[in-house]
Structures are given as C-alpha cells and as structure tokens.
C-alpha cells in the first residue's frame, strides 16, 4: 500500500505541473505523514546529507569551467583549430561542429552547455556558408551530446556516486565509446552533406594551419591537463626525479584546476578574460547548478525511501525469479530508459533508476562500470527526444526555430546514437577494455 500510494502522488504531482523535483520530495513527505514508514525527522536529515559528499562539488566547477572557456574565447579557437583540420572536406563544417563538440566535452561534462558554448558560434556559420538549416540543427543537437560521454562528465560523477563505482574507472570506459561515437557521427556529417550547395573552404597547408593550431595549444592544455591529472603518468626513476605512478588529483579537484587554468588562459594569455566577466560567468552557471543540486537531494531521498520500503530488493527478486538471462536484462534496461528519457532529465534518471535497476545488474552479473556507460548512452537519446529534451530546447533557443522542427532535424543523426548503444550493451569490452588494462582489472 505505501508503494502504491507513493507513486500516485509522486504522479499526481507531475500532472498538476509540479517541477520534478517538488514532485520527488514532496511525494515522499506525504506518504511519510500518512503511513510513517519512517520518522518525518529523518527526511530532513537527508535532504542535507544528501549533498554533503566531496563528488558532487565536481558538478559546479565543471560547469564553471564550461563558462570561463567560452567568455575566455578557448571555445573560438577550438573551433578554428577543427575547422583549419577538416574544413576543407565534404561536409567540413558539420565535421567542425563534430570535432569542436569533442573537443568542449572534453572539458565541459555537461551535453547543454555543449550546444550551447559551440551552437552560438557555429549555428550562424553553418548557415551563412550555405548548409540548410536542418543540418546544422541535427549536427548541433547530436554532436552536444557527446558531452556526456567523453569524460569527464557529470552524469557520470552522479552515477558513480549513487553506486558507490570509482568515476575514474567510468570516466576511463567513456573514452574508446565516446571517440567512435564522434567517428559514427563524422560519417553521417559527410553522408548528410550530399547535395548540400554549402561552400567548402580551401584546403590549407600545414604551413597555414601551424598559426591556428599555435593559437589553440593554451585551449587544448586544459583538457591534456586533466587528463594527467586524473589518471596519472606512469611511474619512472630517472636521476633526481622519481615518480611512483598513479593520479595526481580527484575529479572533484580536476574540476577546480579546470576552472583556474580556464581563467589563466583566458585572462592573460588570450586577454579576453576580465574579473567581471568571470564573476558574470558564475552568475550565469548558477542556476542551471542549483537546478541540478535542487533535483538531486530530493533523488536521493526518493531513492532512499524506495529503499527502505524494500522496491529495488523485490524488482531485484522478482528479475532473478524470472531466470533472465544477462543481455535480455540490458535489453529490458534499454527500452525502460528510452522510456523514462522521453520525461525525465538526466540526473534524476539516474537518481531515481539506478537504485532500482543496479542489485538487479550486480546479482545478474552486469560490471557496474559496463551498466554506467549504458545509462549515460540511454541518457543521450533522452537529451534529443521531445517533450524534455535539454538539447532541443538549447538548439531551439540559439536557432529561433521550433522544439518539434529541431527534433526531426536530429532524427537522421539519432541513428548513431543508437547503434552505438547497441555495440556498447552488447559488446562490453569496448567500455572497459581501457579500465581493466589501465586500473589493473
């Protein structure tokens, strides 16, 4: 009965236009009072302990990162850079857009901000060099969303948070799926571009690219610094200096040596960066973090009252009773959170699911990292499908043009999207292959 009545009102709340995370918290406040299957004084408890965990502080700084690199012009010369590599090609600006989009994430963690920092710069180009409209849309919509696969990434820090899963492990298994994602949707970028009467750019020399590529070495140390600095250099001995090996800081402290070098660079090397402009840049980040943080202690409080009245060990008991076997148990999880992603974000996907689908995963024998590659994958088909789609509505915003026109823009390009949840649920090794042989298994 407490179950039943916990989610008629966490679903009577969505209809009457509640923001899903007054309906999370709000249900589990009012089935408390009336059937008191815990103390009332517990949930406010939980509320704040909920965000009382190192992790989650890279959340903010990832953001804030995100913001410095676009107000400090990295995010301009990243897009040169790509540009100035394949511009020349078939289809050269939509593969810039792909390749700048890789490039952002790889700092940025966030699929929107994606969109949003590359989309204000190339959006404009795209069309002004002849390409239709709805290419761009679909190129800006999809390539955004590697923003969540090529680490680092804020889902990722979530799920590995909720799981109790070492991000840098799920940071590790996001790269081989986000490089091939990029490279599936390169081909589709060409293959788009057939009759397209887009201008293609003059191929340049490798005398004339050194400028481009010389102007964008600060921005591309940004992601390289990271990437030592997670994940280490490999332990050596020579004279004077020896190093024993392993990382050098958390992804939490990742984050704020993001957010300080992002500055560095845009202040005084590029000189576009001013203190006032910095402070506006927190101003700007502020909410779409408070959102986040907002809908992720009331998650986790959902997720610890479903706990406590037993739903993810009897959705785990009633899955093994049925002798799944462990790919018809990911193919469920596949169709349950395409479903889920037509409705929810991201973040509360992961914080109101995983709990429910991880003993399940773990007692079947699923990898834990191997499962958080398939939710985030399942989470980038939810950021381009309507009616919450974050990308479409980002997309809609920079190009003026309706959600439902941007979403049949992305369709074509979706097609990546899902062949590569495919090739990852079903062939695990490409997801932690670079784990097990970095981190020793």
């Known amino acids: 009965m407490t179950e039943i009545a916990l989610l008629m009102c966490f679903f009577g709340l969505i209809i009457l236009g509640a923001p899903i995370a007054i309906a999370l918290g709000g249900s589990v406040i009012v089935t408390s009072l009336v059937f008191s299957p815990i103390p009332i004084e517990i949930i406010g408890q939980k509320l704040f302990a909920n965000l009382d965990h190192v992790t989650l502080m890279a959340v903010p700084f990832f953001f804030f990162a995100a913001a410095l690199m676009e107000t400090g012009g990295m995010v301009h010369r990243l897009i040169q850079l790509a540009n100035a590599m394949v511009g020349h090609w078939r289809g050269g600006l939509g593969l810039t857009t792909v390749g700048s989009c890789t490039l952002f994430a790889a700092i940025s963690g966030s699929s929107p901000a994606t969109v949003a920092a590359v989309?204000?710069?190339?959006?404009?180009?795209?069309?002004?060099?002849?390409?239709?409209?709805?290419?761009?849309?679909?190129?800006?919509?999809?390539?955004?969303?590697?923003?969540?696969?090529?680490?680092?990434?804020?889902?990722?820090?979530?799920?590995?948070?909720?799981?109790?899963?070492?991000?840098?492990?799920?940071?590790?298994?996001?790269?081989?799926?986000?490089?091939?994602?990029?490279?599936?949707?390169?081909?589709?970028?060409?293959?788009?571009?057939?009759?397209?009467?887009?201008?293609?750019?003059?191929?340049?020399?490798?005398?004339?690219?050194?400028?481009?590529?010389?102007n964008a070495l600060p921005s591309l140390t940004l992601p390289l610094f990271l990437l030592i600095g997670i994940y280490g250099l490999p332990a050596?001995?020579?004279?004077?200096?020896?190093?024993?090996?392993?990382?050098?800081?958390?992804?939490?402290?990742?984050?704020?040596?993001?957010?300080?070098l992002a500055f560095v660079v845009g202040k005084w090397w590029y000189r576009e960066l001013t203190v006032r402009s910095a402070i506006a840049s927190v101003i700007k980040t502020a909410p779409s973090v408070g959102m986040i943080f907002f809908i992720t202690t009331n998650a986790l409080l959902f997720a610890f009252f479903i706990t406590k009245i037993g739903i993810p060990q009897a959705v785990t008991q009633y899955l093994l009773d049925l002798n799944l076997s462990k790919e018809t148990f990911l193919m469920i999880t596949n169709?349950?959170?395409?479903?889920?992603?037509?409705?929810?974000?991201?973040?509360?996907?992961?914080?109101?699911?995983?709990?429910?689908?991880?003993?399940?995963?773990?007692?079947?024998?699923?990898?834990?990292?191997?499962?958080?590659?398939?939710?985030?994958?399942?989470?980038?088909?939810?950021l381009v499908t309507p009616p919450v789609g974050l990308n479409l509505f980002v997309a809609s915003g920079i190009s003026g043009k309706p959600v439902d026109e941007v979403f049949r823009a992305a369709l074509p390009w979706m097609a990546v999207t899902l062949v590569m949840l495919l090739l990852v649920t079903y062939i695990p090794s490409l997801s932690l292959y670079l784990p097990n042989l970095l981190m020793n298994g």
């Open 236 to 260: 050596f001995d020579w004279h004077f200096w020896a190093y024993e090996g392993g990382a050098i800081f958390t992804p939490t402290e990742a984050a704020i040596m993001g957010c300080l």
């Open 119 to 214: 989309g204000r710069i190339l959006y404009p180009s795209l069309i002004k060099e002849g390409y239709t409209a709805r290419y761009a849309l679909g190129a800006l919509v999809t390539s955004g969303s590697i923003g969540i696969l090529i680490p680092p990434s804020i889902p990722m820090i979530i799920y590995g948070f909720v799981t109790e899963t070492s991000v840098i492990r799920l940071f590790l298994a996001g790269v081989i799926p986000g490089l091939m994602y990029a490279s599936g949707l390169m081909l589709m970028a060409r293959w788009l571009a057939r009759g397209q009467t887009h201008v293609t750019t003059k191929r340049l020399s490798w005398s004339q690219r050194w400028p481009v590529i010389r």
């Open 335 to 382: 169709i349950l959170l395409t479903i889920v992603g037509f409705f929810l974000e991201g973040v509360p996907t992961i914080l109101m699911f995983v709990p429910v689908l991880f003993p399940a995963a773990m007692a079947l024998g699923v990898d834990p990292v191997h499962l958080g590659i398939i939710v985030v994958l399942n989470i980038e088909l939810g």
